[in-house]
């Protein structure tokens, strides 16, 4: 039975939700997206958007994350092998995981398992950039500043409708009384929206660069990465969790500018495109997950909740929005049956 679904939020994971639906409801549905910021004002435009899942990242159980980060890469890959990968933003990118203090920072078992190259570093690598320990790999970059404008195309053109606004509460959507399902996509805005006091921002500063010669990635330690995207390198980074402050900080900038070019010194020739802050909406694990709310007068409200990827929301995309389909579609179900017995 054809359905009207809403997804609040337009970031990497509304939209790649939205899409997804669009294809898996049954043919006369209709998907309306909501959202107060669009594009070049989410948090998810400005992420570097490298495939490399860490440990921070935890879907309802390991095997699931596994999965979700399974069906993403195979999905952008596919992006990746079709005419779309230049407009989307994909594109695959070889580089290093660099440590000087401990072995277990460069591994990423999930990696391992997952990309198609990854193995330990030669000797003459690690000595040509003076370091300890070394993974080298090849993996996936997705930069969302194509990626985003390229879902919200493909989401209008198959008939979906878009409206700007901001929710205060999901009740408000209740009372339209015209959605049987809402997806609730907002990131961070889920602490208000979800009343969800997991919810946390680890605030991120970035620099993008332009320096055309830098073809591959570099992380070093934790927090220093060099990841070179479509048309700009981002250059990075803080981790300050429960920081909520967007401005950029002239401290944060210089430090990361240090460790960046003491890693690749060709960096001091870079031009400036701009410098950024985001907040990665962190939950202790990520949340996908059907509830029915209840509001005063008996006012009930289907929604499938589906946010907290942290800093790995480019990257497992695709694979959590399947599983959140999979939800509302069950759900939605679940609901004309009910609607069908009374
Ligand atoms: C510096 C930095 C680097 C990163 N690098 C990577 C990386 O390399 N790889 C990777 O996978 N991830 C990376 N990330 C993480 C990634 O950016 C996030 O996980 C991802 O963007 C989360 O997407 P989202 O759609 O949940 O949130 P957002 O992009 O924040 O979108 C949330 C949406 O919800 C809407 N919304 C919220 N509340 C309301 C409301 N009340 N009413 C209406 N609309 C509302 C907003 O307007 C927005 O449209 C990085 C993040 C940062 C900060």
């Not at 695959?92 to 570093?121: H, T, W």
């Not at 605030?203 to 990635?217: C, E, L, S, T």
């Not at 900038?253 to 410098?275: F, G, H, M, T, Y």
């Amino acid at each position: 039975m054809a359905s009207s679904v809403c997804v609040v939020g337009a970031g990497v994971i509304g939209l790649t939700t939205a899409t997804l639906l669009q294809d898996a409801l049954p043919a006369g549905s209709l998907v309306t997206l909501v959202a107060d910021k669009f594009t070049t004002d989410t948090t998810s435009d400005g992420a570097a958007g490298i495939f490399r899942p860490g440990k921070y990242l935890q879907g309802p159980s390991e095997q699931m994350t596994k999965q979700w980060l399974e069906d993403s890469y195979k999905h952008y890959k596919k992006i990746l092998n079709s005419e779309d990968a230049a407009e989307a933003g994909v594109k695959a990118v070889s580089g290093y995981l660099f440590s000087n203090k401990d072995p277990k920072i460069i591994q990423s078992p999930l990696m391992k398992e997952i990309i198609d190259e990854y193995r330990e570093c030669t000797q003459d690598e690690l000595d040509l950039h003076d370091q300890k320990y070394g993974t080298f790999c090849t993996t996936l970059v997705i930069q969302c500043r194509r990626m985003l404008p390229y879902l919200m195309d493909r989401f209008k053109r198959r008939g979906g409708v878009v409206r700007k606004q901001h929710v205060n509460s999901l009740e408000e959507l209740a009372d339209e009384g015209c959605f049987d399902l809402v997806c609730n996509c907002s990131g961070l805005g889920a602490s208000v929206l979800a009343n969800d006091r997991y919810v946390t921002p680890i605030r991120g500063q970035v620099f993008k660069v332009r320096a055309p010669w830098i073809k591959n990635f570099y992380y070093h330690e934790n927090d220093t990465y060099i990841i070179p995207g479509m048309d700009m390198i981002t250059l990075g980074g803080t981790r300050q969790f429960d920081n909520d402050t967007t401005d950029v900080s002239t401290s944060d900038a210089s430090e990361i500018w240090r460790r960046c070019v003491q890693l690749l010194p060709s960096l001091k020739d870079a031009e400036v495109l701009r410098q950024w802050v985001g907040l990665r909406p962190y939950r202790p694990s990520v949340r996908v997950e059907k509830e029915l709310m209840k509001f005063g007068g008996g006012k009930t409200l289907k929604v499938v909740h589906h946010y907290g990827h942290g800093g790995y929301g480019v990257m497992s995309a695709p694979g959590s929005s399947m599983y959140a389909v999979s939800l509302i579609c069950d759900f939605l179900q679940h609901h004309q049956h009910h609607r069908a017995k009374l």
